[in-house]
């Protein structure tokens, strides 16, 4: 296959990349235990950690099919859920961060060790892990797709290639260098939309004049919809996407562990709350871009359009950007630090999540202690297996419908929603014990099965937003009630 990109677009791409291997190795040395690995010494500043929060939620998905979204019938009212974003986030501020700094946890499921016992700390983490790699299986799948258009290698080669670089870096770096990472490919893919608003509209006939009277023709610009039933609506966005921010940001391993990387609870919380306003510049700036690329395409009368929405920024870069300017480089290299600055978190998480959840308190309970340079090297070795996981994943991610985003946020929803059940099952309740708040696991994952796959078919469909605070109800309220059948065993603490 012939490259779709030419020497000095490969020049940036490959510096771009090689960087974030160098600072994986630089970072090496300073990995002397499975804290400073996991947590990197709970030493590193608030603002690198706000730059790694919003670097890890931003995947691929969001470069690619956040315009989709703008492109499409949605618009900019996509950015109502990044309004509920905000709300979510402090919620998890005031209620939800003190719970991890009290003691020194490493994972956010100990929590619910502490509250209901191990079983249902283990439910959690199982959860998380599965959800986690599932999904950013599907954001590696999206990266190595553009790759692939781009460069021309075969879908499997490009997923190695995004996969393997993740990997060595966090192999060998740690959390230092996924939140340093992060903090440079949240630049790169911010430089890359910003060079795109103004690529784009260079390319509509009319420029600017042209493209606020397509948006005012066709209400591209609406932000507010107080329409229940519509797909983004402003009581989905801000109620919806604050039960799954609650549940993202406040129960997931991914983001718990960089609060616990902070100098104090004050630092996290800091971070965590200005990460919020920076998640929605940033979708306003991707919306923007799919509104842009609407404009131009309504003019372009092209045969070969792509099928699918977001497809449509990728197919604007190959056949419209300048080419070997550095600029389908940078848009390269934006594209796979979004889909690294994920992937690598995960798989970090994934490997913290095993290591604290699993292996560290079976091995206590078995009085069979892994010596520490044994411990670091078995972490190492998850983080290496989890991301050949998601490289498979990815691979194969080809034969899913629907648009990746929207795929990503079920799985979030679900893993979201559940997780949140059982902590609100543990702060907000004292008679919920270990069984009952298993029963209301189990009960609101069933029910979000039915929504899913059953509802649909009498014409009732939950739309995205509202998955996480369906599951989060669901859960807290089949586990309250099978309370009153199975209280609370003796040993369980309370979580206040």
């Known amino acids: 296959m012939s490259s779709a990109i030419g020497s000095v677009d490969l020049i940036v791409l490959v510096v771009a990349v090689g960087s974030s291997i160098a600072l994986g190795l630089y970072l090496s040395g300073r990995n002397t235990s499975v804290e400073a690995y996991l947590l990197g010494d709970r030493s590193l500043p608030w603002w690198a950690i706000l730059g790694s929060i919003v670097a890890t939620e931003t995947s691929t998905a969001t470069v690619l099919s956040v315009p989709g979204e703008g492109y499409g ?50 439910t959690a983490s199982l959860i998380f892990l599965v959800a986690r790699n599932l999904g950013d ?39 230092r260098s996924v939140v340093w990472n992060d903090c440079i490919q949240f630049v790169i893919y911010m430089l890359g939309g910003v060079a795109s608003i103004f690529v784009i509209v260079a390319n509509i006939p009319g420029g600017w004049s042209a493209l606020w009277e397509f948006c005012e023709a066709n209400n591209k610009l609406q932000v ?12 989905g966005g801000v109620f919806g996407g604050a039960f799954l921010t609650i549940g993202t940001h406040g129960t997931d391993q991914m983001m718990v562990q960089r609060y616990l990387s902070a100098r104090s609870q004050r630092d996290a919380g800091r971070a965590l709350l200005a990460s919020g306003f920076v998640v929605l510049a940033q979708f306003a700036l ?15 009368n092209l045969a070969d359009m792509p099928e699918k929405a977001d497809q449509v920024f990728a197919h604007f870069i190959i056949h419209v950007f300048p080419k070997n300017t550095g600029l389908v480089g940078l848009m390269l290299a934006a594209i796979m630090a979004a889909a690294m600055s994920t992937l690598s978190s995960s798989l970090n998480s994934s490997a913290s999540a095993v290591i604290n959840d699993f292996i ?41 419908g629907d648009t990746v985003v929207s795929n990503a946020l079920k799985i979030a929803g679900f893993s979201a929603g559940l997780i949140l059940g059982l902590f609100a099952l543990g702060v907000l309740t004292r008679r919920v014990g270990q069984l009952a708040s298993l029963v209301g696991c189990a009960g609101g994952f069933v029910l979000l099965m039915l929504a899913q796959f059953v509802a649909p078919r009498f014409d009732w469909v939950i739309s995205v937003p509202w998955l996480a605070l369906t599951g989060a109800v669901s859960t807290f309220c089949i586990g309250y009630l099978a309370s009153w059948i199975v209280p609370a065993e003796p040993q369980t603490q309370e979580t206040r």
């Open 137 to 175: 299986g599907l954001r590696l799948y999206l990266a190595a797709s553009v790759l692939q258009i781009l460069v021309g290698w075969p879908l499997p080669l490009s997923a190695l290639v995004v996969g393997v670089v993740t990997i060595v870096y966090t192999y060998f770096g740690g959390m």
């Open 286 to 300: 991707f919306l923007f871009i799919g509104v842009e690329l609407a404009a131009y395409y309504s003019q372009a």
């Open 224 to 235: 507010l919809d107080f329409d229940w039933n519509a797909k983004y609506s402003f009581w």
């Open 73 to 122: 019938p949605t618009g900019m009212r996509f950015l109502q859920m990044a309004m509920g974003y905000i709300c979510g986030r402090w919620i998890v501020v005031q209620w939800l961060l003190p719970l991890y700094f009290r003691g020194t946890l490493s994972s956010a499921y100990q929590v619910l060790g502490i509250r209901f016992g191990e079983q249902t700390k283990r």
């Open 360 to 400: 560290i308190p079976i091995r206590q309970r078995a009085q069979r202690e892994l010596r520490p340079d044994a411990l670091l090297a078995l972490t190492r070795y998850l983080a290496v297996g989890f991301g050949l996981l998601q490289i498979l994943i990815g691979m194969s991610a080809q034969n899913f």
